[in-house]
């Protein structure tokens, strides 16, 4: 087992990485930016090292300074969190040669899953279902239409580069195809330094499904279940639940072993999460995989009982799965992503904590590196805790989250949690019909309400002064 571990993050995933460590008998080694010297996870670790001023593209992003403090600490693995170098090969390629264990998957998979065409490729050939589509990147726009006559309109540009949505375009005929593939692929040679598309046929209103994977060094794949993802906006995911409220057990062994053999075809490595796209009619296809442990992956722990962090890090150490394939789920969890953000314009707020009260009692998790007095930096994304439910079923785990969100009291900025109370008591959230166009929809009721109260508020004022 590993000595002792430099996590290369910070905020509430740094922290995670610390616990887990801490219960294995694991030294750590903390790094941050100037900006982060009051964080939690420079408090907790037994080590700290300053790497350099706040953008990130200076202190968390930089290769060399990460390898330095590893080098004068004593490390001897680094787990990378999510976002930042999570997915960078050239970064678990280099600590490889520095002789550092990299905590996740073989830096030729990192570069192989990085590559969206090539996934699809990937998965196509293991037998796994995805859209129909282009099997290679495509030259020209005369290429695309082509492609696009043969699958039938709508279809999506998609940038192998990227992941995520960055750099996504809808085509809805012919007609558009030659001005959509310009804009796309200069947007993805901007974004990526790349300008790579592929196509596929468009689904209009799916459910994102994603399969969290582990793989070991000894040959052995599991999958632990679903999170159902399909609460987003901006492809930024606002609230995870497991299992997902759309599968049947027959099609979750389905998909789980499309996830597996995926990972298997690949020798997958350490933790792993296969999206999917499901449509109404129970038909699911591949999208991306990420190869990295994901924002979400409490709902899966407080399902299946497993602590993935923990798991992560024995994997990495040479150890073996002894988790059964497909392990049941018990119960049902809810995340809500409670970020410094104003609840109805989603622009930052960052500021002083200058009340912090998380939430306890039964089923009730809260992963933050939040406290009372602490100053929510600018220059990082807005999570400022993760507040994680379970609870015997659904509409259990819902009056759970709803009781959870009520207490949770945080006061000097603004944050998320108005908006989840709201959607705990959403007719559509409750009764669990849900698609990636689900927060359209939900915002559309909002504003119906709030014209509803104004015209009722106007009548009653009107009978007052009359
Ligand atoms: C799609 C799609 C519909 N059809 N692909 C968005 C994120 C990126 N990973 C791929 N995405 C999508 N790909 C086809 N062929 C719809 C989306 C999509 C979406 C997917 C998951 C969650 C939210 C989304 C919001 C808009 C579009």
Redesign the pocket.
């Known amino acids: 087992m590993f000595k002792k571990i430099l996590i290369a993050n910070r905020g509430e995933i740094a922290l995670r990485v610390i616990q887990a460590c801490r219960e294995l008998g694991i030294a750590t080694v903390a790094v941050h930016s100037t900006a982060d010297r009051d964080s939690l996870h420079v408090t907790y670790a037994d080590e700290d090292v300053c790497i350099g001023p706040p953008p990130a593209a200076e202190s968390y992003l930089k290769v060399a300074s990460l390898i330095a403090a590893a080098e004068i600490t004593g490390a001897d693995a680094v787990h990378p969190g999510y976002g930042f170098l999570a997915e960078n090969a050239a970064f678990a390629e280099v600590l490889g040669e520095c002789h550092l264990a990299w905590i996740g998957p073989r830096p030729e998979t990192i570069r192989l899953m990085g590559d969206k065409a090539q996934a699809r490729r990937t998965a196509a050939a293991a037998g796994v279902p995805v859209?129909p589509?282009s099997e290679r990147p495509l030259t020209d726009a005369a290429e695309a239409g082509r492609m696009a006559a043969e699958v039938g309109y709508p279809v999506?540009l998609?940038a192998a580069a990227g992941?995520?949505?960055r750099g996504?375009r809808v085509v809805g005929g012919a007609a558009e195809m030659a001005r959509q593939f310009g804009t796309a692929r200069e947007e993805a040679d901007k974004a990526f330094g790349d300008g790579s598309l592929y196509l596929?046929?468009?689904?209009?209103e799916?459910r994102?499904i994603e399969f969290q994977v582990f793989g070991d060094s000894h040959g052995n794949v599991i999958h632990l279940g679903e999170r159902e993802?399909?609460i987003?906006r901006r492809?930024q995911k606002l609230l995870e639940e497991a299992p997902s409220p759309a599968l049947t057990p027959e099609l979750r062994a389905e998909m789980g072993e499309a996830a597996v053999a995926l990972a298997r075809a690949v020798g997958y490595e350490n933790a792993g999460t296969m999206?999917f796209?499901l449509d109404r009619d129970g038909r699911f296809?591949f999208?991306?995989m990420n190869t990295r442990i994901q924002v979400e992956h409490p709902v899966t722990e407080m399902v299946t009982g497993v602590d993935l962090v923990r798991l992560q890090i024995e994997i990495a150490a040479g150890g073996r799965i002894e988790i059964p394939n497909g392990l049941p789920a018990r119960g049902h969890a809810i995340e809500c992503r409670i970020n410094a953000e104003d609840p109805e314009r989603f622009v930052p707020s960052p500021g002083r904590l200058v009340t912090f009260h998380p939430p306890g009692g039964p089923g009730t998790r809260v992963d933050t590196h939040g406290y009372e007095d602490y100053v929510i930096p600018p220059h990082y994304d807005s999570l400022v805790a993760k507040l994680i439910v379970h609870d015997r079923g659904r509409p259990e785990a819902i009056a759970r989250m709803a009781r959870a969100l009520d207490f949770f009291v945080i006061e000097g900025i603004q944050t998320t949690i108005p908006l989840h109370r709201r959607i705990m008591r959403d007719p559509e959230f409750v009764a669990g019909r849900l698609s990636?166009?689900f927060m359209e929809g939900f915002l559309a009721r909002q504003r119906e309400h709030v014209v509803a109260a104004d015209a009722a508020g106007r009548a009653a004022a009107g009978r007052a002064g009359g």
């Not at 596929?200 to 209009?204: D, Q, R, V, W, Y």
């Open positions: 859209l589509g999506i998609k992941g995520g949505g996504m596929e046929k468009f689904l209009p799916p994102h993802c399909s987003q492809h999206e796209l296809y999208m991306e990636t166009r």
